[in-house]
T-cell receptor, first 116, second 115 residues
Framework: AQKVTQAQTEISVVEKEDVTLDCVYETRDTTYYLFWYKQPPSGELVFLIRRNSFDEQNEISGRYSWNFQKSTSSFNFTITASQVVDSAVYFC?????????????FGPGTRLSVLP | NAGVTQTPKFRVLKTGQSMTLLCAQDMNHEYMYWYRQDPGMGLRLIHY???????AKGEVPDGYNVSRLKKQNFLLGLESAAPSQTSVYFC??????????????FGPGTRLTVT
């Protein structure tokens, strides 16, 4: 069965610090997809990134970067020079292939607080 | 282009009452989903639909029913509400991409309280 673990329940940092959110997943499939979503205090879920299991290249988007390592089944998310607007709950999710996404499993989330 | 919308945004029910949550999407997506979000548990899939007229059970389907009579709408019904169904409900949709790798687009959520 697939599973997503986000061991950090809550993280607090001071503005401008770098912070890494951990995500560890379990799956028996060789083809799968990983996602990160952001849920700000307003409550909506915002898609951040998708990565498929065949693409282990790290990705950078502005202050955000993602480190995908199949060897450790991890898909970690780093925010560089954090800002107060980054305060949110961040969810990592896993979807296995060939199942229409019904096994789109979310981790429990990490609540990030960025203090001014 | 409104994306995914949900009606209502908030609702308070008494135990035993019934209600229907409406989800609508204007992106012509085939797949639609209903999740519930509870503190510390992430999102859990209640029911989903892979096309008009089809529905299937997710991880936590008990106490809920769904219908997908039109492609753009996905309804979630509670026939006899219980306090355990107090939660935030999210609807999502996803395009058909030939694989299951497409991201889901979420509605703004419905906060339901059952007293």
């Amino acid at each position: 069965a697939q599973k997503v673990t986000q061991a950090q329940t809550e993280i607090s940092v001071v503005e401008k610090e770098d912070v890494t959110l951990d995500c560890v997943y379990e799956t028996r499939d060789t083809t799968y997809y990983l996602f990160w979503y952001k849920q700000p205090p307003s409550g909506e879920l915002v898609f951040l990134i998708r990565r498929n299991s065949f693409d282990e290249q790290n990705e950078i988007s502005g202050r955000y970067s993602w480190n995908f390592q199949k060897s450790t089944s991890s898909f970690n998310f780093t925010i560089t020079a954090s800002q107060v607007v980054d305060s949110a709950v961040y969810f990592c999710a896993l979807s296995e292939a060939d199942n229409y996404g019904q096994n789109f499993v979310f981790g429990p989330g990490t609540r990030l607080s960025v203090l001014p | 282009n409104a994306g995914v919308t949900q009606t209502p945004k908030f609702r308070v029910l008494k135990t035993g009452q019934s209600m229907t949550l409406l989800c609508a999407q204007d992106m012509n997506h085939e797949y639609m989903y209903w999740y519930r979000q509870d503190p510390g548990m992430g999102l859990r899939l209640i029911h989903y639909s892979v096309g008009e007229g089809t529905t299937a059970k997710g991880e936590v389907p008990d106490g809920y029913n769904v219908s997908r009579l039109k492609k753009q709408n996905f309804l979630l019904g509670l026939e006899s509400a219980a306090p355990s169904q107090t939660s935030v409900y999210f609807c999502a949709s996803r395009r058909t991409s030939g694989d299951s790798g497409g991201e889901q687009y979420f509605g703004p959520g419905t906060r339901l309280t059952v007293t």
